[in-house]
Structure formats: C-alpha cells, structure tokens
C-alpha cells in the first residue's frame, strides 16, 4: 500500500512538471506556428495549433531582405569571445573575493549588489567616453569589452556563493601541499563549480546575444550590425507581416534554447555541486 502511494506521489509530480513546462515552451510553440503562417496575414482569432499549409519560406525572406546571415555571424563572433571570457574573470573574482576575511567578503559583496540597482543607462555616457578614448567605437570589441569586467555583478556573485560554501578544509589541504592560488582555482575550485560555470555560460550567452543596446550605442558601420538591430530593421520594414516577424523572433530565441538544453546536463548532474553541498 505503501508502495502504491510513493509511485502516485511520484506520477503526479511528474505530471505537475510537465504542466509546467508545458507553460514555457508552448508560447515558443506559438511562435513557430506563426512563423509559418502565409506572409501578411494578421495573428489567428482562436488557437492555431499548425497552419495548413505551413509556409517555411518566411525563414529564407528574411535572408532576402536583410543580410541576416552576416548579422549573425556578427553576434557569433561576440558570444564566442565574450562568453569564456567572462567565465574566467567572473570566475576568478568570486574565488577572489571567497578568500578574503569575512569582513571584507561582507563588504565586496554588499558593493556588487549595490552596483547591480544602477541603472544600467546611468554609465552608458561614462562607458561611450571610455570606449571613444580606446578606439573600440564602431568596432565588435565595444560589444565584447564588457567581459573584461566579468559582464554583471551577478556573474560574480554567483560563482562567489558557490566557492564560498566549499568547505574550507578542501583550501586549506591544497595550501598544504604546495598549491598557489591559481593552483588551487584551476585544479580544485573550478571543477566543483562546473553546474554553476554552466548556469553563468547560459545567462552570459542571453546576456550578449540578446544585447540590443550596446550596438545601438556603439556601432555605426551596417556591416558589424548584430542580429537583434537585424530583428529591428525587419521590423521596420514591415511592421505588419507578422509571420515574417515571428520567424526572426524564432531565430533569436532558438540558440539560446538549444544552449540550455545540453547545458541542462550539467545543470541536473548526479555529481553536481547541489549534491556535494547538500552533504555538508
């Protein structure tokens, strides 16, 4: 009897989280469906579930009218440099900060929470007169500068919290036996954080492939456009083939989609630093 209860436990929990992922991925459905909707015809009235006939040249337009593929190709470049670089230097300066003396910890972290509620339109004019005196102005490098500087305050704490609940001892045996600092982040603390190295990749591949203000900002050349000023020229274009529309919408979100899909692996692993902690 008490068998038949865990296993309907069980079944209605799985059947509550597939409500809830239902809840996410159908609007992402709905995209797709409208995508393929036959060119300049306004939203469907009642649910549409697939359109018949389905009209996938609404994808290739869009590669007619704009130079799609070099505007990702653009947004390519930067995710790709941006990416693992602010891993590292996120990376570094939580295991950083995880090291100092508890007060100074308090202290540093109570900063990188007080910079995240300034608006990020508050340093837009500082940083164009940074980047105009460095010569990245109407470059890619304006949109990949910012990981030099770990990309977010989140990125940091992140890795933060998660260096600073690895039991000490685990240091200070390294410390031990020889190990410097960098040793002791590239051999010991990094591989126990990869879930959170996986979380941090996915929110900074959002971050920088999503970015649509930086570009407006700094870049001036259509040639080094990105993908999200593509999305809004095509809008301009035309703001009322909704179809057209949504297939660039599908565009922008499918490889974010897709990254968190095989980053959700090590997200959920049975090795995950969830497990370990959860120990201690």
């Known amino acids: 009897m008490k068998k038949k209860r865990v296993r309907a436990f069980g079944l209605w929990w799985h059947l509550l989280g597939l409500t809830i992922a239902a809840l996410f991925i159908l ?5 797709v469906v409208a995508s393929l909707r036959q060119p300049g015809l306004p939203p469907p009235r009642t649910v549409e579930w697939w359109p018949q006939p389905a009209y996938w040249d609404n994808y290739a337009e ?8 070099r ?7 930067v995710v790709a440099v941006a990416v ?9 300066a939580g295991f950083g900060l995880s090291q100092l003396y508890s007060r100074r910890q308090r202290r540093l972290a109570l900063v990188s929470i ?3 509620l300034i608006p990020g339109m ?35 704490l992140l890795f933060y919290w998660v260096y600073f609940r690895i039991p000490s001892e685990v240091y200070e045996s390294a ?17 126990l954080a990869w879930p959170m190295t996986a979380a941090v990749a996915v929110l900074a591949f959002t971050l920088y492939w999503s970015d649509f203000t930086s570009p407006v900002l700094y870049i001036f050349d259509p040639a080094r456009y990105t993908l999200p000023i593509g999305l809004q020229l095509l809008k301009q274009m035309d703001q009322t083939n909704y179809p057209l529309l949504m297939a660039g919408a599908v565009i922008m979100a499918a490889p974010v989609i897709i990254l968190f899909i095989f980053a959700q692996r090590l997200l959920l692993h049975d090795l995950s630093l969830g497990k370990l902690l959860d120990k201690n």
Do not use: C, E, K
């Open 62 to 69: 869009i590669f007619r009218l704009l130079p799609m593929g």
């Open 122 to 156: 508050a340093v837009w004019p500082f940083r164009f007169h940074v980047f105009y005196r460095l010569g990245l102005i109407d470059s890619l490098w304006a949109l990949i500068a910012p990981a030099f500087a770990a990309g977010s305050p989140l990125f940091v």
């Open 175 to 191: 410390q031990l036996d020889g190990a410097n600092a960098w040793t002791v982040w590239r051999r010991i603390a990094q591989p």
């Open 71 to 77: 505007y990702i190709l653009n947004s390519l470049s």
């Open 27 to 31: 609007p992402f459905f709905w995209a």
């Open 84 to 92: 693992p670089l602010t891993l590292v230097m996120a990376s570094l």
């Open 114 to 116: 007080l910079l995240m």
